[in-house]
């Protein structure tokens, strides 16, 4: 064997070492820490940095619309009909203009909206607004997973009370047997007493194997959820008790406040579009005919510049 393979195969012992010591199962659980790594291990989890990332990219480009827009336009027409100017000489202006029946123009026109920041500003709350909204709906989402943590864990937790009730039940009866074995030996008592005590023992050990085994499924589920091994060596934690409390704290609740905040951010947006906008503008680029000036026949350059006001 080579120099080479050995710390190959060092290497690999390595790794399946650490990673069977990663597998193995915890020596004990808190139900706050199966909330945070079955919240790590659930698919939907993902979508919070999804969701804010769409609402990064959705506010930055909604931020955009308050720069300078340019736009770049270009037209080449053929006309069946054109306009022109005859005047004759005998006027003392002779004059003889006849317009190209095809006809250029490429422009570029650069906008600046004068009106239009407050919209803009309520377009990226409304952004953030839905973004808060997507993150309430998946906590409802969580809230149900959180629901279905509890009933495994607690479940393990009363079949752990039920086991520890039954190995008290099965010492009883152990020193009742000890008591029974000895009034026999004084000969007063019978051996049906005895063979009773030990049926009892038998249907109480019964019922201990078969608690055991509930418990396996429920940590078994439960490990499946947290993605960790839990047996019936783990210690599960019993939690404190809540604190009582008026207010009613649900997910639910927030996303609907959510939902009635985002409608009415929706109905301000309306009623800033319905007022009248003004944008200052440049426009400048090439003709034929000049735009400004149609007696001018050949190809020219042009610009104006003004304000546009739109009332939708």
């Known amino acids: ?17 650490m990673h069977a010591r990663a597998q193995q199962p915890a020596a004990q659980l808190t139900l706050e820490a199966c909330y945070r790594l079955a919240e790590a291990n659930y698919p939907l989890t993902r979508q919070r940095a999804l969701i804010e990332k769409t609402r990064d990219y959705s506010i930055a480009n909604i931020a955009k619309g308050i720069y300078p827009q340019l736009d770049v336009n270009g037209t080449a027409t053929y006309q069946s009909t ?3 100017l005859n005047i004759p000489p005998s006027l003392g202006i002779p004059l003889n203009i006849t317009l190209p029946k095809d006809q250029y123009k490429v422009y570029g026109e650069v906008s600046q909206t004068l009106t239009g920041f407050g ?9 953030r607004t839905d973004a808060e909204l997507q993150q309430a709906n998946l906590n409802s989402d ?44 004084n000969g ?11 049926a009892e023992l038998l249907k109480t050990a019964q019922h201990s194997i078969e608690l055991a085994a509930a418990r396996d499924a429920y940590t078994d589920m439960l490990g499946l959820f947290i993605n960790q091994p839990v047996d019936s060596t783990t210690k599960l934690e019993k939690p404190e008790p809540p604190t009582p409390t008026d207010s009613v704290n649900r997910p639910e609740l927030k996303s609907y406040d959510l939902q009635l ?3 009415a951010q929706q109905l301000r947006l309306t009623r800033l579009n319905l007022y009248p906008q003004l944008n200052a503008f440049f426009q400048g680029g090439f003709g034929r005919p000049n735009p400004l000036n149609f007696l001018a026949t050949n190809v020219g350059a042009y610009y104006l510049t003004g304000l546009r006001l739109t009332w939708t």
């Open 142 to 185: 969580l809230y149900t997973l959180k629901d279905r943590i509890n009933q495994l864990y607690f479940g393990a937790l009363l079949i752990d009370g039920q086991l520890e009730q039954n190995k008290l039940a099965e010492q009883d009866i152990r020193t009742g047997i000890n008591n029974v074995q000895a009034a026999i030996a």
């Open 1 to 17: 064997m080579s120099k080479r393979t050995s710390w190959l195969l060092v290497a690999a012992l390595f790794c399946f070492k």
């Open 82 to 84: 054109v306009t022109s």
């Open 188 to 198: 007063t008592d019978f051996n049906s007493s005895l063979n009773k005590l030990k």
């Open 119 to 127: 919209i803009n500003k309520q377009q990226r709350q409304i952004s």
């Open 261 to 263: 905040e985002s409608y």
